[in-house]
Nanobody
Framework: HVQLVESGGGSVQAGGSLTLSCAASPYTIRTYAMAWFRQVPGKEREGVAAIYTRGRGTYYADSVKGRFTISQDNAKKAVYLQMNSLKPDDTAMYYC??????????????????????WGQGTQVTVS
């Protein structure tokens, strides 16, 4: 049974930073592809960043490259999303997710909601 619990969301001014945490078991972090998605009302859920230890892959959406960093810490039983230089467009509900693997297409890693069956409850990030 995969359990994911997000924390760390909040309100921040543009240009600021936040770190989101996703608590999960070491087995989950080692075995599954772990990802962060975000969603705003009326829009589809968007893959933000993903990490896949077994396949040695990482994924970042173009909109966050150079600003966001995904990392994992088996000892602390968590996956993190460090978000720097935040913009109002980053405002969304952020979700942690776990999937069997990170898929590839044309040599590029993908983060698609349909590939991730396990989800946390979400944490809100608001940038003003």
């Amino acid at each position: 049974h995969v359990q994911l619990v997000e924390s760390g969301g909040g309100s921040v001014q543009a240009g600021g930073s936040l770190t989101l945490s996703c608590a999960a078991s070491p087995y989950t972090i080692r075995t599954y592809a772990m990802a962060w998605f975000r969603q705003v009302p009326g829009k589809e859920r968007e893959g933000v960043a993903a990490i896949y230890t077994r396949g040695r892959g990482t994924y970042y959406a173009d909109s966050v490259k150079g600003r966001f960093t995904i990392s994992q810490d088996n000892a602390k039983k968590a996956v993190y999303l460090q978000m720097n230089s935040l913009k109002p467009d980053d405002t969304a509900m952020y979700y942690c997710a776990a999937g069997e693997e990170l898929m590839k297409s044309g040599g590029m890693w993908l983060a698609r909601p349909k590939d991730f069956p396990y989800w946390g409850q979400g944490t809100q990030v608001t940038v003003s």
